[in-house]
């Protein structure tokens, strides 16, 4: 792979080495879901992160183009002008222009925008660029790239552009499509020059387009803001815009669209030209649109409908799709509709792809299409791409591969590219240094040639990886994931690497994998401080040997091999949460692990520290990053500052106050945000790697950068990680999120140090050699890993553990026996190595301590039981010697963590119900503040007794303070109104007391104690203050109204109350009678109902709550106090002896009642149970007293019981007569209730007539204010067109005399043909006219011979005229040539024949080119002369509906609603009037006939005038204009006389009036310049060879002096080690107080020094003052000398 790309400084600081090393890129690979292009017929080029990829589909060659500002952002490629445009993603973002493959920068555009750009697009023909910023400007912009010209822009806010495309066919046509939309931008030019651009002679407007609905449905536009017409009801008046509905004004009126009005649209994907200039659009609905580009209709394409034998077979090839969907788990899509991503155009037809993987073929005719399969290759397609010949297709997927397909050929799309689908994780080497290996996030592992970067092959683990690394003694690979499992690939072939192994670690994910360089252990880093250790050799079946757990985070992990001691060190950096400061803990491995593990890890598999000799050390700085060398030094990358500390590990480095480690040096970087540090395989180099995208190689004995290299960006979150290679010559450089995977090669570096890392490698290789070839002869005997979750426990013998990896790799050696067991067994297919860890040692203590645990089961059941007897023995115990429960609980501890939990809970428990009833508090306080409250009068009902009636109240609200003060600020208005007409308002109120005059008033308020007399008429309600005034008057009378139907209804209610009062006195009367009755009936209780006392409904009644209350512990103490002291109390209160002996002697009373003598009984006489035979006379006298008072007794009885069943007779009679009445009284309240609802409605209907005519009035003054913005803006748009017109007017003036000065050139040149040559004998010059006026065939670009293009007929753009007049002279050398001369003709006069017709031609292409721009401006006069008529049509109706709306004001402020009282059954009819005839005339029929003759003959001479006065006027215009014609021919004349005297006569004219030979001169003269110009040419090429000699020694001296400075440079560099060698050495002398005692001599000498200098000069100046003095003396004593 070539690379060409610049090396940008990077401002690092260099050392003189820094010259002789240098780093260049040798390869990138990745992929990118960005555009996609072809830059010639069989070069695709696209972006990866700062890179331009260019593949060639023939050779599958990759060329890299490296864009030196970061991430390549929008990209784009023009494969008929071989040229390619993108931009940066920096801050004022920059556009780029190469031409391939030269890869030069034609130019660069600097625009407007601040961020980012998202779209690029390069037209089809022409230098003309656009591109779309984002946020914030979103603005599309024009360019003249060649020219370095932004011809124009528009801002588009809020559009997210998704794609955008020229029209092949025309330049001036271009289509943004974003998610729900699709414009078509036509720019129109004025005129190419470039003052004219700043004057806005370009413009550009755009058409949107609407697309139809989700159903596929084109639907007409309607306008809301001008609707067709207005629907005027007589009525309701006239049916105005929703948005004047609404209310709204400016710009929200014009866009604003009602919920109903808005219907899902389709959303396009994908687009592409058709050769007619119509756009295709696919949508993610499934439909295919077709759009007209000048129109910008919308069509929707059809499928024809197929014969049934071809539908039957279309219908299983979509259902067999949709089962293979539904069964990998994907959406099932329909074939007949498929979602396009992509969409390409050609002669035969429309090929679309999309997400189902499959190309089709649409066959377009008309409205209707035909779709056919040509290929499917089971991946999303994303895109397609014709190449610039159109004979090959690409088709673009998501999963990172490229197919081309050939039409022509109609075979199977070939693959040539297959990278990946997601950002790279990592990079590593394999042995050998032929091939690389790298992993994505998504799990994708490829393996790349290391020479050139060609793909070999790919294989998807179908898991998210987290970190990969290659074996150094093996061609094996080692993939850790997300889920704590460790992949083993085989990649000894590199074209098909498989899995081998798999080991499920840990269930924390595997962060990092490192390899010792020998090969020999495999160091897993997982989250949770866990470090895994594994056998790296294949033989061993990747063995884990054991784990470290280190307290804290790690951050990141290094490994050291020493082959000397046969150790590796593993160095981990630990982040120290407690203090800034970082940690290292370092341990060792040796080979003794692998061969007794049991001695080194405990029974869970973790190491123990002293085996493997743990070590800790704090740093002073905490790090990000960490590498240790072999002499005790380590690196660090500081995360809290830009630098690299340098620590050596001992004693003489460690802080006095604590045992942290100082660093020894920090080397400052200029790279950005926290990096990371890696070390080359022989320690020499250092690589530093930050989210800046630079990478850093240090020298890691003096710190000197070596090589620095810009290879990802910031953009793209920087570098994600770095290798070397064992060899040094390669290093590998993925970014984090770019997608990029670069490959570093040393483009210049040190002889001794390529000579170093040479010997390293070789030294390596040697170690390894014999171990590689074996450790690979088993891979390769290991079968392919196959996940079998069926597959059950197997042991094999020791001495099969050969044969063991050819039939399944599934297997470990095991501790206990060293048999090979099958790794996913039935019991262990989801445990880790740390669980199996876990059980074994379970199992293990299960086996040894089987019996005692037993035995402990077995004591543990006999406690058991003995608490249970006594548990049974406690209860039979009197309650004073009873234990509690918890006393017989052994595990008191356990009871109170049960007890604890269960609190804990009950607590969390009473919270959630705390804050659930606190949340019903607050909706009932709410509800009961906003409902019951706020009411000044509660809502509530009154129930008759008997019958169904219910009455309600008017539930009120207290007016408010404002309320009151508008009431009586009406009020007194109202009376202020009515004072002069005091009469009028007494006739008013007579009127309103009589009957009739409720008609008018329109309601019966007046009879229900309303106040009519303070309203407005109906009649004089014109204004809108009377109107809302009238409301408010309204809505008082409503109030009272409702105030006085409430006071009669609290009077109702009151009377319910007595009479419930006195129904339950009387039924306690009855209640006494049907006691002494002794009668079970059931006795009618009345009560008020929740509806008639609704206040009940706040409290809750204790009888309510069916749930049982839970009371806290004191209050059942309080209860229980309660309950004792009542029981007390009623003890005493029974233990009454004069109670208790009135109630044993006379029943409890001391008199019989009344009421008591239907209990009365006389007892018998003692003698009745005697027979009566024996009965003395005593006895039966007193036998028959005993009757008589019986009997006596009973008529008592009787005649009571009878006044009992009168009086209760009496009493239910009055008490349903008090009902009844009640029940009544109840009735005429409903009745009046039901009127008076009546009434009410009445009036409110007359308040929502009002209202309705305030809203409409609302609404047309709302209208009337968004038409005069509407009216604004028009305007605005008039005065700007206006002055574009004017403008265009004048320059179309100024360019017509331009054109007309360019044809009479023209002109003049073929006039002046004959002069020129009027030597030359006239058959020759007949010949010469001839060929003078002969021209050749039109030249023919490449791209109009190529059928294939479908746009070949494409209109030229400005640049066309150029290149044609270019073919144009390649077409004139042939008949330029001597071989189309006339015979006998001089060659010079051939040779100036020649230029003058070349003259000619430019100047007739020059006519051309003016007429056609010409042309161009007079339409673009014509479109603004349109747009202007069509702003004054608009203009004119928006007026028209402004005098509607002020009719419709006016009309609403006279024309009244008036609200009538009708009696029932009155209609109103029409007028049905029969018209009188007692004045009519009789005339005869003959005299009307005459007179419609006579009007008739009238109205022919009158026809007959008006036709000659017509005539006429038309002679006296048409003279008019002659004469008009005649003066302006005159003034043409005067002018062209005024031109002639004013001609200036220059010494050209002079000779060419007086020399008589003018045209032979001419030629002479033009001789001499020839001859002239040959010398200067001469002298010119021995001034160049003069130069090129003196290059020449000066790049001779230049090599002298490069030789002279490497000499130098060497020297240099011995003199800086020696510099460091005697600073050491000065050092260690320890001679500092010498030094500083002779530094303070030496400074006492410089005071010195500077005293001494300073009186020097003191006396200096004193000796010059002296000497001035002495002069002055001499001059004044000797004024002669």
């Not at 072999?630 to 660090?636: L, M, P, S």
Request: aromatic residues 8%; proline residues 3%; glycine residues 4%.
């Amino acid at each position: 792979m070539e690379v060409a790309a610049e090396e940008s400084c990077a401002g690092a600081r260099r050392c003189s080495s820094a010259e002789e090393a240098a780093l260049e890129v040798s390869w990138v690979q990745g992929f990118s879901n960005k555009n996609f292009g072809f830059i010639n017929n069989q070069t695709v080029c696209y972006p990866c992160g700062n890179y331009i990829l260019f593949l060639d589909i023939e050779t599958k060659k990759t060329t890299a183009l490296q864009c030196q500002a970061g991430q390549v952002g929008a990209f784009t490629a023009n494969g008929n002008s071989h040229v390619l445009a993108f931009s940066d993603r920096r801050l004022n973002p920059i556009i780029y222009i190469y031409t391939f493959p030269e890869l030069t920068k034609l130019t660069k555009l600097k625009g407007n925008a601040q961020l980012d750009y998202t779209l690029l697009a390069l037209s089809f023909t022409g230098p003309y660029l656009a591109s779309f910023s984002s946020i914030p400007e979103f603005i599309l912009s024009i360019w003249n790239w060649q020219e370095n010209i932004l011809l124009c822009s528009e801002s588009q806010p809020g559009v997210t552009a998704t794609s955008m495309s020229f029209n092949p066919m025309n330049w001036q046509q271009l289509c943004l499509v974003d998610e729900s939309n699709v414009t078509v931008w036509h720019i129109e030019r004025n005129n190419d020059e470039h003052h004219l651009k700043q004057k806005q002679c370009l413009l550009l407007f755009h058409s949107p387009v609407e697309l139809p609905d989700a159903q596929g449905l084109v639907s007409h536009h309607t306008d809301l803001f001008f609707p067709v017409s207005y629907d005027e009801d007589p009525y309701f008046g006239p049916l105005l815009p929703v948005s004047a509905i609404a209310g709204l004004e400016g710009d929200e009126a014009e866009t604003f669209m009602p919920r109903n009005y808005i219907k899902p649209l389709l959303h396009p994907t994908a687009h592409c030209w058709s050769a007619t200039s119509e756009v295709y659009v696919g949508c993610k609905e499934g439909y295919v649109l077709a759009i007209d580009a000048k129109t910008c209709g919308v069509s929707v394409l059809q499928q024809k409908p197929l014969p049934d034998h071809l539908r039957k077979i279309s219908d299983i090839v979509s259902y067999v799709h949709k089962e293979v969907q539904r069964k990998k788990g994907d959406k099932p899509t329909d074939l007949q509709k498929p979602v396009l991503f992509g969409m390409a155009f050609c002669n035969e037809g429309l090929y679309t792809a999309g997400s189902e993987g499959i190309l089709f073929f649409y066959q377009i005719k008309g409205l209707q299409y035909e779709m056919t399969i040509y290929a499917d290759i089971l991946q999303p397609i994303s895109s397609l791409i014709f190449s610039p010949d159109y004979t090959v297709l690409l088709l673009v997927t998501d999963q990172g591969t490229l197919y081309t397909y050939k039409p022509a050929h109609s075979g199977e799309a070939v693959k040539i590219l297959d990278t990946c689908r997601s950002c790279f994780l990592a990079a590593d080497f394999l042995p050998g240094n032929k091939y690389c290996v790298s992993v994505t996030i998504s799990g994708e592992v490829q393996v790349w040639l290391l020479k050139d970067g060609t793909g070999l092959s790919k294989l998807n683990l179908d898991v998210q990886a987290t970190a990969m690394a290659c074996c150094p003694s093996s061609n094996s690979v080692a993939v850790g994931t997300k889920r704590g499992q460790i992949y083993f690939l085989d990649v000894t072939e590199a074209e098909a690497p498989r899995v081998i192994h798999r080991i499920f670690v840990s269930e924390f994910p595997v962060l990092s994998l490192h390899y010792d360089q020998s090969g020999q252990f495999l160091i897993a880093r997982a989250t949770q401080g866990h470090i895994f250790i594994l056998d790296a050799r294949p033989s061993k079946l990747f063995k884990v040997l054991g784990y470290v757990e280190l307290a804290g985070e790690v951050l990141d992990l290094s490994v050291l091999s020493d082959f000397k001691s046969d150790l590796v060190e593993v160095v981990v950096l630990l982040n120290v949460a407690v203090v800034q400061r970082a940690r290292l803990e370092t341990f060792c491995l040796s080979s003794a692990l692998t061969t007794d593990n049991d001695k080194y890890v405990n029974a869970h598999g973790m190491f123990n520290g002293s085996a493997i000799k743990m070590k800790r050390y704090d740093l002073d700085y905490s790090l990000s990053s960490a590498v240790r060398l072999k002499d005790n030094t380590v690196y660090g990358y500081c995360t809290c500052a830009p630098f690299i500390c340098k620590y050596r590990l001992s004693e003489e480095n460690m802080s006095e106050d604590s045992s942290v480690f100082l660093s020894e040096k920090r080397t400052p970087g200029n790279q950005l945000g926290s990096g990371f540090l890696c070390l080359s395989p022989n320690s020499r180099w250092l690589a530093s790697a930050a989210k800046d995208g630079v990478l850093l190689i240090y020298d890691t004995f003096t710190m000197d950068i070596l090589a620095q290299k810009h290879c990802h960006s910031h953009q793209g979150g920087g570098i994600r990680s770095v290798v070397f290679s064992l060899d040094g010559k390669f290093i590998l450089v993925n970014g984090k999120s770019d997608g990029a995977l670069v490959c570093l090669k040393w483009k210049k570096l040190k002889k001794t140090e390529v000579k170093e890392a040479s010997s390293y490698w070789k030294s390596l290789l040697a170690i390894l050699s014999k171990s590689t070839s074996n450790e690979n002869a088993f891979l390769k005997s290991m079968a392919e890993w196959q996940f079998d979750p069926e597959s059950k426990l197997v042991s094999l013998p020791e001495e099969k553990v050969k044969e063991a990896p050819l039939k399944s790799s599934n297997v470990e050696v095991t501790e206990e026996d060293g048999n090979i067991t099958t790794l996913y067994s039935s019991g262990a297919i989801d445990m880790t190595w740390i669980g199996q860890k876990i059980k074994k040692v379970m199992k293990e203590e299960t086996r040894r301590f089987g019996n005692q645990k037993k035995e402990l089961e077995m004591e543990v059941e006999k406690l058991c039981e003995t608490i249970q007897k006594m548990m049974l023995e406690n209860e039979q115990v009197p309650d004073t010697e009873k234990l509690e429960p918890q006393e017989f609980n052994l595990d008191i501890e356990e009871q109170e963590k049960a007890q604890a939990e269960a609190e804990q809970k009950v607590i969390m428990t009473r919270k959630e119900i705390e804050m659930e009833n606190l949340a019903n508090r607050y909706v009932q306080d709410v509800i009961k503040r906003e409902c019951w409250d706020a009411m000044y009068i509660k809502g509530r009902a009154v129930k008759s007794f008997h019958t169904p009636h219910e009455v309600k109240n008017y539930p009120l609200k207290k007016r408010s303070k404002e309320e009151l003060e508008t009431l009586e600020k009406v009020l007194r208005l109202k009376k202020v109104e009515t004072a002069d007409v005091k009469e009028e308002g007494e006739k008013t109120e007579v009127m309103a007391n009589d009957s009739a005059s409720c008609c008018l008033i329109g309601s019966l308020s007046s009879q229900y104690g309303g106040d009519t007399s303070i309203l407005y008429s109906q009649w004089d309600l014109h204004t809108r203050e009377q109107k809302v005034n009238q409301i408010v008057l309204l809505k008082d009378i409503i109030y009272n109204l409702k105030t006085a139907f409430n006071k009669e209804f609290d009077e109702v209610a009151r009377q319910k109350e007595q009479d419930i009062a006195r129904v339950k006195e009387r039924n306690l009367r009855i209640h006494e009678i049907l006691a002494q009755l002794e009668l079970q009936v059931e006795v009618w209780e009345p009560a008020l109902t929740d509806d008639e006392m609704p206040e009940r409904a706040l409290t809750v009644q204790d009888s309510e709550i069916k749930a049982e209350k839970y009371l806290t512990q004191e209050e059942k103490e309080k209860a229980e106090m309660l309950a004792r002291l009542e029981m007390e109390r009623q003890l005493a209160a029974t233990d009454n002896e004069r109670l208790r002996a009135l109630d044993d002697m006379m029943g409890g009373v001391l008199e019989v009642k009344k009421e008591d003598i239907l209990k009365m009984d006389i007892p018998p006489p003692t003698f009745i149970s005697k027979p009566e035979y024996v009965w003395t006379d005593e006895e039966k006298k007193e036998f028959r007293d005993y009757e008589e008072k019986v009997k006596k007794l009973n008529e008592e009885k009787k005649n009571y019981r009878m006044s009992l069943e009168d009086e209760l007779e009496k009493l239910e009679a009055s008490i349903q007569e008090t009902t009844q009445n009640f029940d009544e009284t109840v009735r005429k309240l409903s009745e009046k209730k039901v009127k008076l609802e009546m009434v009410i409605y009445q009036e409110e209907l007359k308040i929502v007539n009002l209202v309705y005519a305030l809203m409409l009035d609302e609404e047309l003054a709302t209208r009337e204010t968004g038409l005069h913005n509407f009216l604004m803006k028009k305007e605005k748009e008039k005065v700007k067109t206006a002055r574009t017109i004017q403008m265009t007017k004048s320059k179309i003036e100024a360019y017509i005399d331009i054109y007309e000065n360019a044809v009479v050139q023209e002109k003049n040149l073929e006039s002046s043909f004959a002069r020129e040559f009027a030597d030359v004998p006239a058959h020759l010059l007949e010949k010469l006219l001839q060929l003078y006026r002969q021209r050749p065939k039109t030249p023919v670009k490449e791209t109009v011979l190529d059928t294939a293009n479908p746009y070949v007929k494409c209109l030229g753009s400005a640049g066309d005229n150029k290149d044609a007049l270019t073919l144009l002279m390649k077409a004139m050398d042939e008949l330029d040539s001597p071989e189309h001369m006339p015979d006998g003709l001089d060659l010079s006069i051939w040779e100036n024949f020649c230029l003058a017709r070349r003259n000619k031609m430019e100047s007739e292409e020059l006519v051309k080119w003016k007429s056609q721009t010409l042309a161009e401006m007079q339409a673009f006069l014509q479109r603004r002369v349109n747009d202007s008529d069509i702003i004054d049509s608009e203009i004119e109706a928006i007026f028209q509906e402004l005098t509607w709306l002020q009719e419709e004001k006016m009309k609403l402020q006279l024309n009244l609603t008036i609200q009538f009282l009708l009696k029932q059954g009155q209609v109103e009819l029409e007028n049905t009037e029969i018209p009188e005839y007692s004045d009519a005339i009789l005339i005869s029929k003959s005299v009307i006939e005459e007179l419609n003759r006579n009007i008739m003959a009238q109205a022919e001479k009158k026809i007959a005038s008006m036709v000659e006065y017509k005539d006429f006027s038309k002679g006296i215009f048409q003279l008019e204009w002659e004469h008009r014609k005649m003066r302006m021919q005159i003034e043409d004349l005067q002018q062209k006389a005024r031109d002639i005297v004013s001609l200036i006569i220059s010494k050209d004219r002079q000779l060419l009036l007086t020399v008589p030979n003018y045209n032979s001169n001419v030629a002479h003269h033009i001789s001499v310049m020839e001859q002239t110009l040959g010398m200067m040419d001469e002298l010119h090429k021995k001034n160049v060879k003069n130069r090129q000699k003196k290059v020449k020694e000066l790049e001779k001296r230049i090599s002298l002096k490069e030789q002279e400075n490497y000499e130098l440079s060497l020297e240099l560099k011995e003199m800086l080690v020696s510099t460091s060698e005697r600073r050491h050495i000065f050092e260690a002398a320890d001679t500092q107080h010498i030094a500083d005692k002779v530094a303070r001599q030496r400074y006492r000498e410089i005071l010195k020094q500077k005293h001494l200098r300073e009186q020097i000069k003191e006396e200096k100046e004193e000796c010059e003052i002296l000497q001035a003095q002495v002069e002055r003396l001499r001059s004044r004593l000797f004024p002669i000398l």
